[in-house]
């Protein structure tokens, strides 16, 4: 019998998302680790929380499997999703997509409506900002970047996976961010080296990740702009463009295209890794959402499909191109082309 309880889930979703950001809030999944356990009196004493919400609180995170409770006892454990991605400085730690998302990308999210009316986002002004984070606290550009970290680290583990790098040796990751691409590749790939390339106040921080994952000496960063700078880095024999593409519009994409198959040699590869939409455009949900998001956060990005972005690797002058698919909170599948 069709029942309203797919929309009632849909109308209360939210729910789980800031219960979620409140414990993260709290620290709580750390304060759990390594199977230390918590009952709701600890939770009171700890954190100064009254009764009532501190049972509530354990109780909505036990129904969303982030936690366990004890057989035959009052004590809560982390369960093993949140043990593995919610627990502060483990190497797939979760908590930066979650307090970005929260702090910058929620409360816009309530005006997704004016978005849809006016196709301009709500978590930046383009008449007086330059960018997305001009003139941005940076405590929120270090927020977005922790969470695009937080998204690529296992991403990069999964693409990892699904294509094998081992016939590369020079990656360049373009507007690699944190550099967590990079930094999981080349633990995958011992041969592998990398470079990161993004804007001259981000790049820091990708050193900084690289120093701390004692890939130092064989991930570099470049200081750029990919739109106008003359040329791309170039000595690389495969490029990434991770979670990229989605953030502006098709003649600007494409023209990125243009830009990484003239820096490529003859044979080189590209990689464009995305959440990519069905052809018919209809799913899946993660893909399809994302494109919502980016009416909030960007002046001209989509979700775009994998026969679009085949299309224009093909227009670019690639051949050989592939799909490998996999499951990872970043993207889910990724394009392969070579320069013909």
């Not at 702009?225 to 502006?248: A, Y």
Request: with cysteine; charged share 20%; glycine share 8%.
């Amino acid at each position: 019998m069709l029942t309203p309880t797919p929309l009632m889930r849909l109308v209360t979703g939210f729910w789980s998302f800031k219960t979620l950001a409140a414990a993260v809030e709290l620290n709580l999944f750390t304060r759990l680790a390594g199977g230390r356990t918590i009952t709701v009196g600890q939770l009171c004493d700890e954190y100064g929380l009254a009764e009532r919400p501190a049972d509530t609180l354990l109780a909505a995170c036990a129904s969303l499997g982030l936690l366990t409770k004890q057989p035959g006892s009052n004590s809560y454990r982390n369960a093993p999703i949140a043990e593995e991605f919610l627990v502060a400085g483990r190497p797939y730690y979760f908590g930066g997509q979650v307090r970005y998302c929260d702090e910058r990308t929620y409360l816009p999210w309530h005006r997704i409506g004016e978005a849809l009316r006016t196709d301009r986002p709500l978590t930046w002004d383009p008449d007086t900002q330059e960018s997305i984070f001009a003139d941005v606290d940076p405590r929120i550009l270090n927020l977005f970047l922790e969470a695009m970290y937080a998204a690529s680290i296992f991403t990069a583990r999964a693409l990892g996976d699904a294509y094998d790098f081992s016939a590369h040796h020079r990656l360049l990751d373009l507007g690699g961010g944190s550099g967590a691409y990079p930094i999981e590749l080349c633990r995958r790939y011992p041969h592998l080296r990398a470079s990161v390339y993004d804007l001259p106040h981000v790049v820091p921080v990708a050193a900084e990740k690289a120093t701390a994952a004692g890939l130092a000496d064989r991930i570099d960063t470049v200081a750029g702009d990919f739109f106008t700078d003359e040329k791309l880095p170039q000595g690389h024999d495969v490029i990434l463009l991770s979670m990229i593409l989605h953030d502006w519009d098709e003649p600007t994409n494409r023209a990125l295209l243009a830009r990484c198959h003239d820096a490529l040699p003859s044979g080189g590869t590209i990689v464009v890794c995305e959440l990519l939409l069905n052809p018919e455009r209809t799913g899946p949900p993660e893909a399809a959402l994302m494109g919502m998001n980016m009416l909030v956060e960007t002046e001209g990005g989509r979700n775009y499909s994998e026969t679009e972005y085949a299309d224009w690797l093909a227009d670019a002058g690639f051949g050989s191109i592939r799909t490998v698919v996999f499951d990872a909170p970043g993207a889910n599948g990724a394009l392969i082309a070579r320069k013909r």
